[in-house]
Structures are given as C-alpha cells and as structure tokens.
C-alpha cells in the first residue's frame, strides 16, 4: 500500500510547480501528507456508499457516492474523508482527489460540486478552504486549498465534499491532503481547470 501511496504522491507533486516541490518535503511527500489516502476511507451521510473495483483508477478502486434525493442544501449529501493529523493556525492545506460522475443529473453531462471544504467535524462545522468543480465522466483530479483558521488536534479535520445539490452518482478514488505550513502562497498551488 505504502509503494501505491507513494507513487500518487509522486504524481501530485509532478502537478505542482517547482517551488511547491522544494518548499514541501518532495524528498518524502508522506511527511506532508495529513490523511490516509485511499478510496474506501470515504464515507458521509445523505447518501448511500459501496466500494467497488476500478482499474481506470489511481490504486485500483472507488466509492460509488449514490445521492437519491436532491438536498434543500448542497451539504445534506456529502461524503468526508478524515484529517489524522493536527493542523495548525496559518497552514495552506492542499485537496488533490479522484473523481468522476457516474450518472450526472438529469439534462447534464457533469456533476455539479458546490463546495469542497476541510473543517470540523462536529458541530458548528466550521469550515476552511472551497473549490467548487464541475466533475466530468472521465477519472481527473480535482483540486481545493485553504488556509487553517485555527490550531486543530489530530482527527478533528475532516475533507467534506457537498453532493446534496442534484440526485448523482460519483465515484471517489484516493484523496492525498497536504499541508505545506504557514504563509505558503497558495497561487502557486495546482487548481481545477
């Protein structure tokens, strides 16, 4: 597992832009690194979950997220992923995922991603960071960054991704959640296209 890690990291730190490799430890990226990258540490609620086999994805496999009803907001479906590591105040937080729709809403070719967040994950969920997307069919890596507002201990974080906007299916592979400390400037990190 650790080889397959590994190897999409590498991969994510190709994507980023010289400086980014040097600033972060490039070196080891799993020092960076403030997960557990795979896809069946997805879970979430307002919608049902299956893991199943993909070869057409990084590390072989994915959630299949089945949203069945549309939400009266986006967050009433979404799926997390768990932040294992502590955050602190002033940290730019990079979210490099897999997605693809499955069977994007009705009339659309893609599914709609109104906010991708890392926050708390109890009450009151406050939240930092955004990157809405457009998911298309075909398997890509979607990006989110923010900047913590606060200092967090280790598994207080989660990665929320809000489906609740349309009845969907999205299938989610590995997600890799770096944290590459204070005052980094985040424009120099990769974003969706």
Do not use: C
Request: hydrophobic content about 40%.
């Amino acid at each position: 597992m650790q080889k397959v890690v590994l190897a999409a990291l590498a991969g994510v730190f190709f994507l980023l832009p010289l400086e980014a490799q040097t600033k972060a430890d490039s070196t080891d990226p799993l020092k960076n690194m403030i997960n557990s990258p795979s896809a069946d540490s997805w879970t979430g609620y307002g919608a049902t979950f299956a893991l199943h086999d993909d070869p057409a994805v990084q590390a072989g496999k994915a959630m299949r997220v089945t949203v069945a009803k549309k939400g009266v907001n986006p967050y009433d479906s979404a799926a997390w992923d768990p932040i294992v590591k502590p955050v602190s105040k002033g940290d730019v937080i990079l979210v490099a995922y897999w997605a693809r729709a499955e069977e994007p809403p009705a009339g659309s070719e893609t599914v709609s991603v109104p906010n991708v967040t890392v926050g708390l994950s109890k009450a009151p969920y406050t939240a930092f960071g955004e990157g809405p997307v457009s998911i298309t069919r075909k398997w890509t890596m979607y990006y989110a960054s923010g900047v913590a507002d606060a200092d967090y201990k280790a598994g207080k974080l989660v990665v929320n991704v809000q489906l609740g906007s349309d009845v969907q299916v999205v299938d989610l592979g590995p997600v890799f959640v770096l944290d590459f400390g204070p005052d980094y400037d985040r424009t120099k990190l990769p974003h969706n296209k």
